[in-house]
Structure formats: C-alpha cells, structure tokens
C-alpha cells in the first residue's frame, strides 16, 4: 500500500510539472505570434520607408539639378553682358572704321 501511495504521488508529481509544461507551451505559443504580428509589422513599415526614400532621393536629384541651374544662372548672364559689351565695342569700332572709310570719300 505504502508502494501504491508513492506511486500516486510520482504520478501526480508528474502529472503537475506537465501541466506546468503545457502552460508554458501555451505561454510561448502567444509570444511566438505576437512576434510573428510584429515581425509582419516591421515588414510594412519597412516597405514604406523604402518607397519614402526613393521619393526623396529623386526629389533630391531634381533639387541638386535645380541648384546646379541657379548656380549656372549668373554665369548665363554674365555671359550676356559681356556678349552685349564686346558686340556694341565692335560696334563703334566698326562704324568708326566706316565712317572713316566712307567719310573720306
């Protein structure tokens, strides 16, 4: 009887630690699908980030061209100035020769 006894206790004994088990089995199995929830979570995000980031590197190139372009501006007109000075020199220049040449007929 006393054999029986211990055996009931072992089996009960064992019996609790794989409940104990099945909890933390449960317990696992929630955390593993809320990381899962997560993980599917930080994929999306991810993806926008990723689409966010195209959309600027491309509003950054057209920026960068745009800032070229001003830069350059000045020289353009600078450029023009100097065009319109050295066509009203020849000009004069040019209408001087004539003036001579003509003028000395």
Known sequence: MIEELTCRER???LNEKIAVGDKRLDS???RLASVE????GLEKDHDRLKDVLERLEGVVEGLAKLIEELRLKPLRRYEQIS???VTAILGAVLGYV???VLGGL
Not at 37 to 40: A, C, L, M, N, V
């Open 11 to 13: 089996v009960n004994s």
């Open 28 to 30: 696992h199995s929630a």
């Open 37 to 40: 929830i997560s993980i599917t």
């Open 83 to 85: 065009l319109f000075i």
């Open 98 to 100: 004539l003036g001579q």
